[in-house]
Every structure is written in C-alpha cells, then in structure tokens.
C-alpha cells in the first residue's frame, strides 16, 4: 500500500491496483532496485483513510542488529573524504549516513505521516508498506516535471543546507553553483532555450538550501534520457558523477538503499519526478534515518555532522509514539 500527497496539495492519495500501469515508482540510489505500485492514481477519502488500520504490525522487522555511525567515526571518514576532494580539485562530493533510532515501544504510523505532512507541506509527501519495506518521508527537491500536453519541463537546482536562522557564508553559496552548472549543460543537450530564475531560499522545515528553477521544452521521446542524465545530481552525489558514485561506495559505511533516489509519478497530464532524501525506513522496532551532506574542500567535519543532525529531525521529530 501506498498514500502520499503531492507538494501544496492537501488531497491524499494511493493506487487502485487494477491494472498493471506502474503510476508511482521508486528508484534506488544506484538504479538497480525499483520499488513499483500499479494501478491508476486516486484520491482518497479522509474519513476511509482514517479507519484504515496502519499498524507496525505491517511492518518487517530489523533484525540485522545495524548500529549508528557513531560520531567519531563520522568525523574520521569525512576527512579522509575531503582529502580526496582537495587531491582530485572536486567542486564537490556527497557524504551520508544512517541515524538509527530505537527507543520506542511502537509507533502511530498514521499520526506520524500526518505530522510529516502538515510540517512539509511544499513537499511530496509518502508513506509505503510493500510487505519487504516500509518508508516514509518528505522532501521538495523536483529531479524533474513534464508536461504531457504543452511539452515543457521543469527542473531545479537545490543545495546547499543551513538552519533558517543563518546567513548564507561562501561555501553554501559555491556548493550550489556547479550543480546549476550541471543542470544547465544537460537541458543544451536537449534544448536551444533555457530559462532560468534567480538563486533564492528554498524553506524545508527547519532549514533552508539555495534553488534555482530551470524550465524549457523538450522531445517527449528524450524524457528518460534526460532524467538518466540528471540523476543522479550534484546535490545527492558529487561532480564528477561516476567518480563520486566510487567513492561514495567506499566511503559510506551503508549502502543507501531507495534514500537519494528518485520517486516517478504519472498521471493522465504530467509525469514528475522527485527526489528521495528527507526520508526512513522503518521497522517494527527501529526506524533509519538517512542524511547527507555536500562536502567542498572547505568543509568543516564538526559543522557538517550538525547539519546531518538537523536534516535527521524530518522524520524522526514528526513521529508519533506510543
């Protein structure tokens, strides 16, 4: 099963399951594993919805026994990660982990994707249960938006990450530089008019990134390979792309699983697709949240775990336990 809603758009919504059309499909961060759910997309009644039972039931349990990147370790890869970065001149490279939370009895499953969407109401918002998974989780980041009538397509530009509080200092500014560089060289591939919107805040919770939105037309037939190409993005991985990815994989002590892939949704007028980043994977009896960084070359480890703290709150702050 399935629910999610769509950014600023407080309908819900699932899949009918009555046709073998895949409306909404996950991709995990290195494309090899999808996660699919067939049927037309619906809309769905509030009241049915609320006496649906959603239990932790439903969900596997965790029985590999994963521990936490503890802090220190954390600190010690990030540098081994920013040496690479000043050796290889890399504008940038993305470092995750796992927060892995247990101190609970069970959880309302229901209340807590309700605290997920009215918190991140700008985003695309989900919950799933397949039988071998369940996730949930929130984030705005479009990897792209197709309009199947005028053609147009829309992408953006998201990185860079501080509390809302904060002003923005040189490194946030010239980590979200190469990735609208990145964009922008894919779309004259694929177009000979590009327009652009000025770098502004983009406002997720209790922290902010920098966006800059991109829009033009395109071939139908050159969708997938546009989204092949964006995917995936500086944001979530690093420049240069396939260097990054190796590195990512020795770095990383967890593999990232469906965390920083991609989530397509189609409909009779649109097809779009979203970024998975703010999201957990939850178990009867734990609950893992992924979290990353962009790291420059003026990266500071101490401040980079903070910023990881902070994304973690997404989910683990919404849920409601018992």
Known sequence: MIYFKLPFDEKLYSTDEKNDQNSVQFYSFDGIRQVNFNGHIIEINIEKFNNTSITTELLPKDDNLFESEKKEEYLSQLEKVIQVIKENHLPKMVYSRRKIFTNFNTIDLKASFDNICKSYPNAFRYIFIDGENSWMGAFSEVLGKFNRKTHEFETMSLAG??????????????????????????????????????????????????????????????????????????????????????????????????????????????????????????????????????????????????????????????????
């Open 161 to 322: 990450t501080l509390p809302v509080y904060e002003d923005w200092s040189e490194k946030e500014i010239e980590e979200q530089k190469p990735v609208s560089s990145y964009i922008r060289n894919i779309l004259n591939n694929y177009s000979d008019h590009i327009d652009e919107s000025k770098t502004y805040d983009h406002i997720s919770g209790n922290i902010k990134h920098l966006r800059t939105d991109f829009t033009t037309k395109i071939n139908p037939q050159d969708l997938d390979n546009i989204i092949n190409d964006l995917h995936p993005t500086p944001a979530v991985c690093g420049i240069p792309k396939e260097f990054c990815k190796e590195n990512i994989q020795k770095f990383e002590k967890f593999a990232r699983e469906l965390y920083s892939g991609y989530i397509r949704i189609e409909n009779e007028d649109t097809i779009q697709y979203f970024v998975n980043l703010r999201c957990s994977k939850l178990y009867q009896n734990s609950v893992h949240s992924f979290v990353g960084g962009g790291i420059t070359a003026q990266s500071n480890p101490e401040k980079e775990w903070t910023e990881t703290e902070l994304k973690s709150e997404a989910i683990l702050k919404n849920l409601e336990l018992i």
